[in-house]
């Protein structure tokens, strides 16, 4: 360990709808003495090198969230670190694994291990009016899991890639590379329900500060993290993605509150109304 480098874990992560945020609760717990702390604080006061550290984020496309491609890009890194990341999703991880191993390999740094976790899906273009498989389930699988990872982490095995199997994992790097531009704009295809109450749960969630309260409605900007947890957490469902019904499932982790999501956009600097309770 170099004299610049922190002791201990740093878990950092990025949610919408909770199920990411749960994951890094748990392992954190499991790990014991982990610092946990939202990839949004992170990238706007980096905390020093830490001799083990961790990224829990959600699949999107399979590939990362593009805060995550731009936190791993930019962080603190001590040459001798045991870096892993923990993906939760709702089916096929594609290559996030790669693509995470991609940027740090460019950064002279690599990736330990990869891990990713089954969880509900939260995604409203493929999500409908039920559960697939069941949360509870999946939710119980994931948990079960996070106990072997920790001790994985605690031994620091290597090698480990939970990716798809080629060529899916190749196909989704592909994929997700052209997804990334388009999911930029997903703000674009929200639409909001005379049934708007104007609370501003949406604007609180949001983890990079892109919605505010304008008259008697939400209003986007160009910041969009494509994470629907606007749309997932609006408490009368008046927030919708333009050509999708209203049977569209909505879902966020059961242990997980919207105010817990909130301390990304407080971290990043960004001025959220209060959460309702």
């Given amino acids: 360990m170099t004299a610049s480098m922190a002791p201990g874990t740093h878990l950092f992560w990025f949610s919408g709808t909770g199920n990411s945020l749960a994951a890094a609760r748990a392992l954190a717990a499991a790990l014991g003495e982990a610092r946990l702390m939202p990839v949004t604080a992170a990238q706007r006061l980096p905390p020093p090198p830490a001799a083990v550290v961790g990224v829990v984020f ?35 991880p594609g290559a996030v694994h790669r693509i995470a191993a991609d940027i740090l390999t460019r950064r002279g740094a690599s990736l330990a291990a990869g891990w990713t976790l089954r969880m509900p899906g939260n995604f409203a273009p493929v999500n409908r009016s039920f559960a697939w498989g069941g949360d509870g389930a999946l939710l119980d699988r994931a948990d079960a899991r996070i106990a ?126 209060p959460a309702a309770p």
Avoid at 64 to 70: G, K, M, N
Avoid at 193 to 222: F, K, S, Y
Avoid at 268 to 273: D, F, I, K, L, V
């Fill in 148 to 273: 072997g990872i920790a001790e994985a982490v605690r031994e620091g095995r290597r090698g480990i890639r939970e990716d798809s199997m080629a060529p899916l994992a190749w196909i989704g790097q592909r994929m997700h590379h052209d997804a990334q531009r388009q999911l930029a704009h997903t703000a674009r295809h929200f639409t909001v329900g005379r049934h708007c109450t104007a609370c501003g749960l949406c604007a609180t969630v949001c983890p990079v500060g892109n919605i505010t309260i304008e008259g008697d409605a939400p209003r986007w900007g160009d910041r969009c993290e494509a994470c629907s947890a606007c749309l997932q957490w609006c408490p009368v469902g008046a927030i919708r993605m333009r050509g999708l019904g209203a049977n569209r499932r909505r879902y966020h982790h059961p242990a997980i509150r919207a105010q817990d999501i909130a301390e990304q956009a407080e971290a990043a600097g960004e001025e959220s109304p």
């Fill in 58 to 92: 959600p699949v999107y496309a399979f590939g990362l969230p593009a805060a995550v491609e731009r936190f791993l890009e930019t962080m603190p890194l001590a040459p001798d670190a045991y870096l892993f990341a923990v993906a939760t999703a709702a089916r096929t």
